[in-house]
């Protein structure tokens, strides 16, 4: 059983930057996509980034365009996410998915498309 533990998160002031990393265990993590999600209190989770098994493909949620590179190095079964310019509104907890199925070369931006969580960690972004 593949299991995915976040890591990075703490508090940021505004207009800082952060990077999350989220470790997989198991070998067969390189045949997964993987994403970001957040999900702020009161709110539903949402995607913010995702990327293909291949590395080749990335999305980016709207809000998170031009300020998020979301990166995978598949040697050490590790996703990562680096925002800059946070925004308060962007505090959350910030969680990792896999999708253990699929095209190589897709990335899926839905939460049921990933059957992968991690615990999530939390942001907190001061104002």
């Known amino acids: 059983q593949v299991q995915l533990v976040e890591s990075g998160g703490g508090l940021v002031q505004a207009g800082g930057s952060l990077r999350l990393s989220c470790a997989a265990s198991?070998?067969?993590?390189?045949?997964?996509?993987a994403a970001w999600f957040r999900q702020a209190p009161g709110k539903e989770r949402e995607f913010v980034a995702g990327?293909?098994?291949?590395?080749?493909?990335?999305k980016y949620a709207d809000s998170a365009k031009g300020r998020a590179i979301i990166s995978r190095d598949n040697v050490k079964s590790t996703v990562y996410l680096q925002m800059i310019s946070l925004k308060p509104e962007e505090t959350a907890v910030y969680y990792c998915a896999a999708r253990t199925t699929g095209y190589i070369y897709a990335v899926y931006d839905g939460r049921s498309d990933y059957d992968l969580w991690g615990q999530g960690t939390q942001v907190t972004v001061s104002s």
């Open positions: 198991g070998r067969f993590f390189r045949g997964y996509a």
């Open positions: 990327i293909a098994t291949s590395s080749s493909n990335t």
